[in-house]
């Protein structure tokens, strides 16, 4: 019955808000009346677009130099090199029909979607199981889960890849399913614990008097309550396999079998001056997906970053 | 008579004997250990496994394609002689530590300022995230470019300023390799720092402030004595994880340097990958890998430390 204080949230507010604060709870408007404009144009708003126009700028590099015709790239001073008037598709046409760019692509996503979907559904029952069952145990082994959390693949890759051989996963897209759940699984545990435990005990407790299973409870009510937090879980899971590097490297050999963050660094790397425009068209083009992905999931990504943290 | 002798007796064994499978289907216990299962598979077998096979290895001298045997701690010994090893704990001391700092300091300051009021506040918190959203690789790569030793646009600016005369060689020169590489790592960690600070920050009731400036409180002052206690748990398990994957951190160094130049810029963890797969010793690669070990469990304990203070702050431990 520890429960009982948070079984008092509103449910509509459980489920049309991804990110819930406490802030604006006493109605106070804030203070920023107080301040100027002059005062605020300095001490505000300067040091903020400086800050954001160094954090976009590398990716308006990357795009202008993925639309820039060759020559213009490397000469800098006959041609403003901030801006280009003759854009050009042809880096993309290249990436897209003379390399092997698409099934990069493929792969990623493939091994992306295949990972996130099989760490969902464990995390899914693992979360259910430590929230709502409390077996004996149960808190030992959140707590394992979130120290699994803090174990970085840069110390796992090695006897991994040993394993991997063992298993005759070696240089197989199913070396790296079965390897990023290990990243994703403690991460979304943790998530959803944390949004499986905002929902109504009593709802539970009245479907197990109407004689419903836990497995239909789990399907039935808390699965349908908890989908922000599904997409959160998901789209972040999403994109840490993309993201996902060292694995990916040390465990794939075959040019066609690789991820696109791999791929590039690997195939396209050779040393020709004039590599640059596809390079970063292909940096570009494997950063894309993300961030429409993103775009339409702001506020999901932002409660996935700070709900992993805050729990 | 012998029916009402039966009769009662099987009534009651009828209520007291649940069936094993009943035990296994309805039991808290055993329903809790079914549905950890598929996540216990996972983390066992690639995790937990690994993570002892690692240490394992790190004591016998495995090749690539060979069965290693036991050499108790010589993989060890060996290191604490290389200087190489010793110079990428150095680099990997001074990039965490230099980066965390600054990554910190940079993303408090911009949590604080997306907390202010302003027109396209959701858009402005909506491109800070960029950063962290796009494959570190890949925007590794577009500071490959904007670092390139002839076509640098920071070098042609600064030229065009007439700041200086020659091109800086930023990814070729030890200093500027490892001024550049920390760079894009605090580019690439300020925004997850900034946003996670923010959640944090929008918890303070603006009321608090108002109080104080009511008492005549000072910004500085508003900022130690309200923003900064009542942000110290999040800030400590928020620098834990930053800590933890710069001090891990690969892909960046390999997407940009690859460890060079003359090793100037290897961390622990890109030379345990040039040792272990590039040249193939396994055995060598898991000792460098499992020296990160006590790094990170130094870093855990502020981390549950961290939390710990977290619950005590609350009043209460919630579960």
Known sequence: MTDLPTSRIDLKAVLHSSAPTVAKDDHSEGMSYLHSVPRRMVTLYLPLSIIVVILIFPFYWMGLTAIKPDEQLLDLDKYNPFWTWNPTFKHFYKLLFESHYPMWLWNTMYVAVCATILSIIASVLAAYAIVRLRYKGANLVGGLIFLAYLVPPSILFIPLATVVFQYGLFDSPMALILTYPTILIPFSTWLLMGYFKTIPFELEECALIDGASRWQILIKIVLPLAIPGLISAFIFCFTLCWNEFIYALTFLQSTSNKTVPVAIVNEFVDGDIYRWGSLMAGALAGSLPLVILYAFFVEHYVSAMTGAVKE | MADIAIAP????????????????????????????????????????????????????????GRVGAFVGTENYEWLWDDAIFWLSVFNTLLYTFVA?????????????????????????????????????????????????????????????????TENINFLGDTTWARICVIFANIWRGVPFVAITLLAGLQTVSPSLYEAATLDGATRWQMFRHITYPLLTPIIAVVMTFSVLFTFTDFQLIWAMTRGGPVNATHLMATLSYQRAIIAGQLGEGAAIASAM???????????????????????????
């Open chain 2, 100 to 164: 965390s700092a600054i990554k910190f300091g940079i993303g408090l300051y911009l949590a604080l300022l997306l907390n202010e009021n302003m027109p396209f506040k959701a858009m402005l918190r909506a491109l800070v995230l960029i950063p962290f959203i796009v494959p570190t690789v890949l925007s590794a790569l577009a500071f490959w470019w904007i670092f390139d030793s002839q076509f640098s646009i920071i070098s042609w600016s600064l030229k065009q300023m007439g700041l200086i």
């Open chain 2, 9 to 64: 007796r099987r009534a009651k064994t009828e209520i007291r004997e649940a069936s094993a499978w009943d035990q296994l289907k309805h039991n808290r216990n055993w329903l809790g250990f079914w549905f950890m299962v598929p996540a216990l598979v996972f983390l066992i077998f690639f995790l937990a496994y690994p993570l002892g096979l690692g240490i394992w290895l790190s004591f016998t001298d495995t090749r690539i």
């Open chain 2, 293 to 319: 070990i006590p790094f990170l469990l130094a870093a855990i304990m502020v981390s549950w430390f961290g939390l710990q203070r977290r619950k005590w702050q609350q009043g209460e431990s919630n579960d």
